[in-house]
């Protein structure tokens, strides 16, 4: 892997760039990660120690704005919420989405930035 500078020291497209290869490591492990079979403790390590480093390769390089710290947020926010699925209401017996907040009970523990 390499990583890409600008000479306005802009770190868009190397985001972009990992982002996508992220995505597509999330893709190649997805059977694992949405696996009933397996913890959600190891889901958590798989997550942490290859999807994780795939995309923040190089990052001591970056001088990264807010902008870029939310679009890393989103994606780990996103990645958790696949591999963590969706809570059941015991009252109302429904399913639905975690919410940010509630990604913090499952895993209080940062990944990316924070």
């Known amino acids: 892997m390499e990583t890409t500078l600008t000479n306005q ?12 290869s992220g995505n597509a490591f999330y893709l190649s492990v997805q059977h694992l990660l949405s696996s009933s079979f ?10 942490r120690t290859l999807i994780s480093p795939v995309v923040l390769y190089g990052c001591e390089t ?23 699925g969706p809570k059941k209401i015991e009252v109302a ?3 639905r989405k975690l919410h ?5 009970d ?9």
């Open 62 to 84: 970056w001088s990264h704005t807010l902008r870029e710290e939310r679009r890393l947020r989103v994606f780990e926010n996103r990645e958790l919420r696949r591999i963590f």
């Open 9 to 20: 020291n802009s770190i868009q497209e190397e985001i972009n760039s990992r982002l996508k």
């Open 93 to 95: 017996g429904e399913w």
């Open 38 to 47: 397996l913890a959600k403790i190891l889901k958590i390590k798989i997550y």
């Open 100 to 104: 940010n907040e509630g990604l913090g």
């Open 106 to 114: 499952f895993y209080p523990l940062p990944i990316l930035f924070g």
